[in-house]
């Protein structure tokens, strides 16, 4: 472990994060922060705040798949958020590890993707659900800024 940071500490971020727009990236991976204080910052913090595009939290207690998969997905809508205003983001700050994680096949098939164990096929399908479309067109974008 790095630090020692604790839910005290992500609350105190949470507050900061609410007024502060300037931040672009946080790193509190290997902390001591649990499940409460991950959502605490996720969802009272980071989802008023459009500038964070990079939160690394890995390494901790609390960090579990589904809040990766919570932060991954905050992080790419923010970089959308960011390129919609027609802002530059630098690309130190863009980090394909935290916005990453592993899709079932099923879904990447449903979505028209190929996914990264299978072979690539002559033919796709067309992607179907609306919803879908604007994700992957957002995971799309945040790729190619890459």
């Not at 990236?25 to 910052?41: F, P, R, S």
């Not at 099923?106 to 919803?131: D, V, W």
Request: aromatic content about 6%.
């Amino acid at each position: 472990m790095r630090n020692r940071l604790s839910d005290g500490f992500a609350r105190q971020l949470k507050e900061a994060l609410l007024v502060d727009k300037y931040l672009k990236v946080i790193n509190v991976a290997g902390n001591q922060i649990t499940e409460y204080g991950m959502k605490l910052i996720l969802k009272l913090g980071l989802l008023e705040n459009s500038s964070v595009v990079g939160f690394d939290a890995r390494l901790n207690p609390g960090t579990t798949e589904k809040i990766e998969k919570q932060f991954s997905l905050c992080m790419l809508k923010n970089i959308e958020k960011q390129r919609s205003k027609g802002l530059d983001i630098n690309p130190k700050y863009i980090r394909p590890e935290l916005y990453s994680f592993q899709i079932p096949m099923a879904f990447t098939r449903g979505l028209g993707l190929r996914h990264a164990n299978e072979k690539k096929r002559k033919s796709q399908s067309p992607i179907s659900k609306r919803g879908s479309q604007k994700s992957v067109k957002m995971v799309a974008r945040a790729q190619s800024q890459l």
